[in-house]
C-alpha cells in the first residue's frame, strides 16, 4: 500500500505560498500522492486550481481529487479542468469524483441537487467517450454509487472511516465491479485526517474538522474524534487499511502548518 498525502487547500488559513512549499516537501518525501478536497460554500482554494500549482512545482508524486463534486460543474468545464491538471502534470493526475453531500455547494452553484447522480453518471460518460487518458475513481456508498464506479470509472475512492469501513465499502466496489463483467479489480483509494504536534495542534484540528462537517450534526464530533494525532494512531491506521487490500491510503491533514508534512513523513517513512 502507498500513503498518500492531502494538500491543505480547506484548512484556514491556507495560502498560495504553503500549498507550493507542501507540494515541494510532498515530491520529495515518502509519499506516492497528493491530493485534494473540494467545497464551493466554503473558503477554500478551488482543487483543480490548487492542483496546477502544485504540478508546477512537483516531478514525481501523483496529484489526485480526493474527490471532486462534479455536478458542481458543467461537463464541459469539469472535463477542460481534468484535462488541464493531467496535461500540466504530465499524466501524473487521478480524477476522483462524487457527488458530495453538502447542499450548500448546490445551491451556491445553482445545480439542481436532486438530479446530482443523473449529472455525475452524465459527465463520467462524457469522460469516457472523450477518451479521457487519465485515471478515474469514483466515490460514494450507495448502490447506484457503486454502479456508476463499475461502469465508468477505474477505482473506488472511500470517504473515510475506520479500516473495518473501508473494508464494507471494498467488498460492495468488488461486487458491483463483478457484476457488471469487469476484470481484474478495481483500484482502491482510502483516506483519514491527521494532525501531528501538541495539543494545541490537535485541538485546531478537531475545531477544523467539526466546522468542515458541520452539516452533519452530532456526527461532526465523531469525525474530529477520528482525527489522527499520534504516531502510534497513524501507524495502526495504516495497518489496519493496509490490511483491508487499499492501494493508496491518503493522509489530509486539518491544520496549516507545513510542518506537518515533515512531521508526516517521519512517522510514515
Not at 489496519?240 to 496549516?256: D, F, I, K, Q, R
Request: proline share 5%; hydrophobic share 40%.
Amino acid at each position: 500500500m502507498e500513503i498518500g498525502v492531502g494538500l491543505p487547500n480547506t484548512t484556514p488559513g491556507a495560502t498560495g505560498a504553503l500549498l507550493t512549499e507542501w507540494a515541494r516537501r510532498a515530491d520529495t518525501g515518502p509519499f506516492g500522492s497528493l491530493a485534494v478536497l473540494d467545497r464551493l460554500a466554503y473558503d477554500s482554494i478551488e482543487p483543480f486550481a490548487a492542483l496546477a500549482a502544485a504540478a508546477a512545482v512537483t516531478d514525481r508524486i501523483r496529484l489526485a481529487t480526493m474527490i471532486a463534486i462534479g455536478p458542481l460543474r458543467s461537463a464541459a468545464l469539469l472535463a477542460k479542468q481534468a484535462e488541464s491538471v493531467h496535461r500540466l502534470a504530465d499524466g501524473r493526475f487521478t480524477l476522483g469524483l462524487g457527488i458530495g453531500a453538502r447542499r450548500d455547494d448546490y445551491t451556491a452553484s445553482g445545480t439542481d441537487h436532486r438530479r446530482r447522480g443523473a449529472l455525475l453518471s452524465e459527465q463520467l460518460a462524457r469522460l469516457r467517450g472523450d477518451d479521457y487518458p487519465g485515471e478515474i475513481l469514483v466515490g460514494g456508498s450507495s448502490g447506484p454509487a457503486y454502479a456508476r464506479m463499475a461502469r465508468y470509472g477505474d477505482g473506488y475512492a472511500h470517504g473515510g472511516g475506520p479500516p473495518r469501513a473501508f473494508a464494507s465499502a471494498a467488498t460492495r466496489a468488488h461486487a458491483a465491479w463483478r457484476d457488471l463483467g469487469r476484470p481484474g479489480r478495481p483500484r482502491q483509494w482510502g483516506q483519514g485526517y491527521f494532525a501531528l504536534g501538541d495539543d494545541d495542534t490537535a485541538r485546531a484540528g478537531g475545531d477544523y474538522l467539526r466546522d468542515y462537517y458541520a452539516f452533519t450534526g452530532p456526527f461532526a464530533e465523531t469525525i474530529a474524534s477520528a482525527n489522527l494525532t499520534s504516531g502510534r494512531a497513524i501507524k495502526d491506521f495504516v495497518r489496519g487499511y493496509a490490511a483491508e487490500g487499499c492501494e493508496m491510503l491518503v493522509l489530509l491533514p486539518t491544520v496549516s502548518d507545513v510542518d506537518q508534512i515533515d512531521r508526516l513523513a517521519e512517522v510514515i517513512g
